[in-house]
């Protein structure tokens, strides 16, 4: 049974006491989640703690769909949709598309709902496959460091590999909002010194993997895309900048030579 939506009022006063800016919305949904008021109350302290809403309900909003969040993984970002939207006119049905540095896989799931393509995912921390597993074929996700944790009947037969690798500077972590440095994982947020170390990995790796022709989509900072760009051409991509300034989202495309075949 629903909680009544007359409690809404009191969880909305909290929240922004709490200092949520969008109140009024997150209360629909805690309210919506909750089966009791008790469980309500539960839901709110956890939200007022600081927890990620995401993490809170169980799921996030992404491209449609509702992508499960556990307790400290990730949660998927609203500007990572624009790395689905520039993926899209690379893949067609059955294209085989590795999601690297997956998180709870919503990339890979969003590419799976909107064109028919073969996911296959893989991350370092434990956790985030757990969740992944639970958006995507449990099969096809898994545990390890990038390239390494993929099976190697893979290599050289990828059509496409999407990559939202951590690019935050490790300087930086401390400026960022608590609801993520406190509550998602360190080993998704920080890229190192400038924010590429990751970044460097994913791209030097993936000629390697992928079909001639094939292509990867890396997610970056404005700032950082310069040099995002420079290490795609170093390793023999013809790569381009793609800016969405409507979500803030920055994707560097490369494809490397060869027929695509598609």
Known sequence: MAVDVSLSPGVVARLRAAGCVFAEEEAALLV???ATPEALGALVERRVAGLPLEQVLGWAEFRGLRIAVDPGV????????????RALPLVRAGAVVVDLCCGTGAVGAALAAAAGVEPYAADVDPAA???????????????????????ASLRGRVDVVVANAPYVPTAAIATMPPEARDHEPLVALDGGRDGLDV???????????LAPGGALLVETGERQAPH???AFERVGFTAAVARSAEVDGTVVVGVLPGATGR
Do not use: S
């Open 32 to 34: 919506e989640a909750a």
């Open 74 to 85: 990730f949660v998927p970002r609203l500007r990572t949709g624009f790395l689905v939207e």
């Open 228 to 230: 995002t760009l420079a």
């Open 199 to 209: 970044q460097r990995r994913v791209i030097d790796g993936a000629p390697a993997w």
């Open 129 to 151: 496959v757990r969740c992944a597993r639970r958006n995507l074929d449990p099969a096809r996700v898994f545990e390890g460091d990038l390239y390494a944790a993929l099976p």
